[in-house]
């Protein structure tokens, strides 16, 4: 099992998941699309068919890339930009309880 606070970020790779931590990569004998199911949506994102990303972790973005905070740049497809911004936001809005 694994706190998803310690998720990076998660890259599809044919029926497998790696799933990016801190300090290691572990891989998931199961495709992206279960092990994003399981998942919290407040804090996972798709931004392209290969790669979901964990909004805790972003450092930086501009329309092309994400800069994570382990120094990783992922490329945001132009089909999910529009829908990431958004959901960036949102997600750095503050919370009112």
Same mark, same amino acid.
Request: charged share 25%.
């Given at each position: 099992?694994?706190?998803? +606070?310690? *998720?990076?970020?998660?890259?599809?790779? @044919?029926?497998?998941?790696?799933?990016?931590?801190?300090?290691?990569?572990?891989?998931?004998?199961?495709?992206?699309?279960?092990?994003?199911?399981?998942?919290? @949506?407040?804090?996972?994102?798709?931004?392209?068919?290969?790669?979901?990303?964990?909004?805790?972790? *972003? +450092?930086?973005?501009?329309?092309?890339?994400?800069?994570? +905070?382990?120094?990783?740049?992922?490329?945001?497809?132009?089909?999910?930009?529009?829908?990431?911004?958004?959901?960036? *936001?949102?997600?750095?809005?503050?919370? *009112?309880?």
């Amino acid at each position: 099992y694994l706190n998803t +606070s310690e *998720i990076i970020y998660l890259e599809a790779s @044919d029926k497998h998941c790696f799933i990016h931590l801190e300090n290691k990569v572990i891989e998931y004998n199961k495709t992206m699309a279960k092990v994003v199911d399981t998942l919290p @949506d407040r804090y996972f994102i798709k931004i392209n068919r290969a790669f979901v990303i964990n909004l805790n972790y *972003i +450092s930086k973005y501009n329309n092309e890339f994400v800069s994570l +905070s382990d120094n990783t740049e992922l490329h945001i497809s132009r089909n999910y930009l529009k829908y990431f911004k958004q959901e960036f *936001i949102n997600f750095t809005k503050p919370r *009112i309880p």
